[in-house]
C-alpha cells in the first residue's frame, strides 16, 4: 500500500495545498473543453438535443470507479482511507431535487458556474452570486433545518454494502449500465436532430 | 454566442476520461475527490468571521468551516476551486471561447435570464447543503466511489431537473 500519499505522511497540509489548485486545474480545463462553461449546453441536456453532461458525467465516473477497483484489488491503494461523505438519505433525496431544480433553473451547478465566470458569462456570475446567498441562508436558518439536515443517517454506507454484492461485480454492472446509457444516448440526439431537421 | 474562431469542444467521452483521471488523481495523491460548493462556506464563514465572529462560533454550520489557528480560507477545496477558474481560464483562452455574453435562449429577456440565473443558484445552494455536496462532491465523487447516498443524490438531481424541464423551456429553447 503507497496510496492515498496523503494519509501515508508522502506530505503535509501546505503541499496539499497546491495539489488542490493543481487538481482544481486539471477540473476546470476538462469541464471547460466538455462545452460546460456554457449554460445553454448543459441546459440542453434537459432537452434531450444534447446529451453531453450525461456522457462526460458516466465517462467520468467509469474511469474513476475503475482506476479506484484496480489500484486497491492490486494492493497500491487503501480504499478505506479515501473519504467517504456519509449517508443522510432523505436530506440528499430532498436537496439532490432542489438542486437539480436549480441546475434547469439557473444553467449551470456550482463547479460548472466557476468555468462560465472564467470564460466570461454573465449568468454564471449571476448565479454564483445565488450561490452565495443560499448558503448564507441556509446557515442563517440552520436551527430551523438542521432537524432534517441530520435525519436519517445511515454512516458510512456503499453500494455494496446495501445491495450485499460484490465490489467487482457492481463495478462491472456500472460500467454495463453507462455503456448502455451512452448507446441510448447516441439515439436520442441522433432522434432528435432528425425531428429538429423535419421541423 | 461565441466569438467566430471559437473551436469546437472536445469530444465527451475524451472530457470525460480526462475528467475521470483528474478524479482518480485526486483520489491517489490526497485520499478525496473534488468539490465545488464546499468552498463556497469557507468564503462565507471566512467574511462572517471577521464582521461577527461570535456569531459565528454559535452557528455549527458555520462553525464547521472554521479552522484552528487559521483562515477558514486555507481550505484544500478554495485551493481547487481557485484552480477550477484559473483551469476554465486556460482551457477557454486557448480555444477562444472567452466571451463577456448573457447566455440564454432566444425568447427570454436578459434581465429575466439573469434572474432565472440567481434563483437557479439560491436553489443550488440550499441543495447543496442539505446534500452535503453538489454535482462534482457528491455525484461525481460519491458516484465513483460506489458511495449509496451519492447515488441516491444522482438521480434525484436529474430527476429535479427534468420535472422542471418543460416549465422552463421559454428561458433555454
Known amino acids: 500500500m503507497m496510496a492515498p500519499f496523503y494519509k501515508f505522511g508522502l506530505f503535509g497540509d501546505n503541499i496539499g495545498l497546491v495539489v488542490a489548485f493543481l487538481v482544481g486545474i486539471g477540473f476546470g480545463f476538462f469541464l471547460e473543453r466538455a462545452g460546460f462553461g456554457s449554460s445553454r449546453k448543459l441546459a440542453a441536456q434537459f432537452y434531450f438535443t ?12 467509469v474511469t474513476a470507479m475503475l482506476g479506484v477497483y484496480y489500484l486497491s484489488v492490486f494492493g497500491f491503494m487503501d480504499l478505506s482511507l479515501v473519504y467517504l461523505t456519509p449517508t443522510f438519505l432523505a436530506p440528499q433525496v430532498v436537496g439532490g431535487l432542489i438542486l437539480g431544480a436549480g441546475f434547469v433553473v439557473g444553467g449551470y451547478c456550482p463547479g460548472t458556474a466557476c468555468v462560465g465566470i472564467a470564460t466570461g458569462r454573465i449568468d454564471a456570475l449571476v448565479l454564483f452570486i445565488g450561490i452565495f446567498v ?10 430551523l433545518v438542521s432537524g432534517f439536515y441530520n435525519a436519517t443517517p445511515m454512516g458510512q454506507l456503499t453500494l ?22 451512452f448507446a441510448g444516448a447516441e439515439w436520442v440526439e441522433k432522434r432528435m436532430a432528425a425531428r429538429q431537421a423535419e421541423a | 454566442m461565441e466569438s467566430k474562431s471559437a473551436q469546437p469542444y472536445w469530444n465527451p ?14 483520489f491517489v495523491v490526497m485520499g478525496r475527490g473534488l468539490g465545488a460548493s464546499g468552498a463556497v462556506a469557507s468564503v462565507i464563514t471566512a467574511g462572517l468571521d471577521v464582521v461577527a465572529p461570535s456569531h459565528v462560533a454559535n452557528n455549527p454550520a458555520l462553525a464547521e468551516y472554521l479552522k484552528e ?15 477550477v477558474f484559473v483551469g476554465g481560464y486556460i482551457s477557454g483562452m486557448l480555444a477562444h471561447r472567452v466571451t463577456r455574453v448573457v447566455e440564454k435562449g432566444p425568447h427570454i429577456s436578459t434581465p429575466r435570464r439573469l434572474v432565472f440565473a440567481f434563483v437557479g443558484g439560491v436553489l443550488m445552494g440550499v441543495g447543496a447543503k442539505f446534500a452535503r455536496g453538489c454535482t462534482s462532491g ?36
Request: aromatic share 16%.
Open chain 2, 13 to 26: 467521452y475524451v472530457a470525460g476520461v480526462g475528467l475521470g483521471l483528474v478524479l482518480l488523481a485526486s
Open chain 2, 69 to 83: 489557528g487559521t483562515s477558514p480560507l486555507k481550505d484544500w477545496l478554495v485551493f481547487e476551486v481557485l484552480g
Open chain 2, 138 to 173: 457528491q455525484a461525481l465523487t460519491g458516484g465513483a466511489l460506489l458511495n449509496a447516498g451519492s447515488w441516491a443524490f444522482m438521480i434525484m438531481v436529474f430527476a429535479g431537473a427534468y420535472a422542471l424541464a418543460y416549465p422552463m423551456r421559454r428561458q433555454w429553447l
Open chain 1, 134 to 143: 443560499g448558503i448564507f441562508g441556509f446557515s442563517e436558518f440552520f436551527p
Open chain 1, 50 to 61: 444534447d446529451l453531453t453532461v450525461f456522457k462526460v458525467m458516466f465517462t467520468a465516473i
Open chain 1, 160 to 181: 455494496p454494502q446495501v445491495t450485499r454484492l460484490p465490489y467487482g461485480l457492481l463495478v462491472f454492472a456500472v460500467v454495463l449500465m453507462a455503456l448502455g446509457g
